[in-house]
């Protein structure tokens, strides 16, 4: 069973930045895609941003030019940096990964933003 566990969310005010991370049990290195998805209260889960193993990225409008998925294939880690946090960025963030055919998530990390 693949296990994704993310890290990194807390509270923070607007403005400012986090750093998540997803550290996977598995070996990312032939994983097809991996991304950050997002769930606020109440809503829905959205794409927050997808990264493929060829290095095409995909944002979602809201996070654009402020978001950048990154991937570590040798720690297999995905990671999420967020800079100029807004109070609508506030969510439980999910990280996933495409591996065996299959797609596997995390339990979610709590990202609280202030203004």
């Known amino acids: 069973q693949v296990q994704l566990v993310e890290s990194g969310g807390g509270l923070v005010q607007a403005g400012g930045s986090l750093r998540l991370s997803c550290a996977v049990s598995e070996s990312i290195f032939k994983s097809p895609i991996v991304g950050w998805y997002r769930q606020a209260p109440g809503k829905e889960r959205e794409l927050g941003a997808t990264l493929s193993r060829t290095g095409f990225t995909n944002y979602a409008d809201s996070v654009k030019g402020r978001f950048t998925i990154s991937r570590d294939n040798a720690k297999n880690t995905v990671y999420l940096q967020m800079n100029s946090l807004e109070p609508e960025d506030t969510a439980v963030y999910y990280c996933?990964?495409?591996?065996?055919?299959?797609?596997?998530w995390g339990q979610g990390t709590q990202v609280t933003v202030s203004s």
């Open positions: 996933t990964v495409m591996l065996f055919g299959n797609q596997y």
